[in-house]
């Protein structure tokens, strides 16, 4: 049985298929279905859990080389919600883009996880270094 870490199965099962260059997305509750993608749902009420949550808890078993984020976070969001989301990618090369772009990218990810978050564009994809 697991003690530390991620706890939740079908997350370590998501996560141990990515290899060097795939990507992940991580996404608000808003964030349509995908049935191409492997989807892990773990979205509960509002704001429970947040992208922010999923990414620190991830990030001590996941080398993240990119983050992709829309353009339209920057201006959806303070100023303080910006800076918490760069401080929790320290060290990844973040990358903004209109949103179409952006979404151009999810089909080519492995999966995506689900949450509960209501920020908007709140929605990052992890490219693995």
Do not use: W
Request: net charge neutral; with cysteine; charged share 20%.
């Amino acid at each position: 049985m697991l003690k530390t870490g991620i706890l939740n199965p079908s997350i370590n099962s998501l996560l141990s298929r990515v290899r060097h260059t795939n990507t992940l997305l991580i996404a608000d509750r808003g964030f349509p279905f995908c049935p191409q993608i492997e989807t892990v749902d773990i979205s509960l009420i509002d704001d429970l859990p947040r992208v922010l949550d999923v990414l620190k808890a991830i990030r001590a078993n996941f080398n993240i080389g990119n983050a992709f984020m829309a353009d339209e976070f920057r201006t959806a969001n303070t100023p303080e919600t910006i800076r918490e989301f760069e401080i929790a990618l320290e060290g990844a090369r973040l990358t903004f883009e209109p949103h179409v772009q952006f979404k151009s990218r999810i089909p080519r990810a492995i999966g995506l996880i689900r949450t509960g978050d209501t920020t908007q564009y709140a929605n990052m994809i992890l490219e693995s270094a």
